[in-house]
């Protein structure tokens, strides 16, 4: 069945370094990729999503390309800061079902 | 935007009782809502699938009985955790959509199972 691979954290930079959390999924059809952020104490929300191959979601200074070849939808950041400090999921969706499926989070740590 | 409160954000029962937990869409109509379970430094891992007016479709290996799902109206679904046991301690987290658009996330139920 489709899954999401996340790399492993937990993830500690300093503010302002660059950031990459790698995901890599797999899917039968062509699924709609996202990335959620659950902050401390906090529900998931949103951070950005891509559709379609080729597309890039971008939010809050994050991107994310759906690169089709390699099946991957890596988080980018150029310069994080302390309130980026958050768990990121990697999902994915078909949208028939309306169904996310989850890769298992990375913990990213900023520190001043 | 649009929200969705989930309540209770924690709980502590004791081995052997029922909780139930309730998700509602504040601003919109949610057709279908999911609930989710989340363990520690895991993914979140999706239980059952909920429409309005209709029985929850399960995913394999999650125990209907044991987690009751009611939809009764277009806001709210509540989640029932039946005879709970310290295995059934978990984060359970719901999510609102209306006609498979953008999924809205309640900030999640921590149960604690004594």
């Known amino acids: 069945g489709d899954s999401v691979t996340q790399m492993e954290g937990p993830v500690t930079l300093s503010e302002e370094a660059f950031l990459t959390i790698n995901c890599t999924y797999t899917a039968t059809g062509y699924p709609s990729l996202f990335w959620y952020v659950q902050y401390p104490g906090e529900g998931l929300q949103l951070l950005l999503k891509a559709t379609k191959a080729d597309d890039k979601g971008s939010n809050k200074g994050f991107e994310a390309t759906y690169r089709k070849e390699t099946t991957s939808f890596h988080l980018e950041k150029g310069s994080v800061q302390v309130s980026d400090s958050a768990v990121y999921f990697c999902a994915l969706s078909d949208l028939r079902g309306g169904k996310l499926i989850f890769g298992q989070g990375t913990e990213l740590s900023v520190k001043p | 935007g649009a929200v969705v409160s989930q309540h209770p954000s924690r709980v502590i029962c004791k081995s052997g009782t029922s909780v139930k937990i309730e998700c509602r869409s504040l601003?919109?109509?949610?057709?279908?809502m999911f609930w989710y379970r989340q363990f520690p430094k895991q993914s979140l891992m999706l239980m059952a699938t909920s429409n309005e007016g209709s029985k929850a479709t399960y995913e394999q290996g999650v125990e209907k009985d044991k987690f009751l799902i009611n939809h009764a109206s277009l806001t709210l679904s509540t989640l029932t955790v039946t005879s709970a046991h310290p295995e059934d301690s978990s984060f359970y987290i719901c999510s609102a959509t209306r006609q498979l658009e953008k999924l809205f996330f309640g900030s999640g139920t921590q149960l604690s199972v004594l």
């Open positions: 601003d919109f109509q949610a057709t279908t």
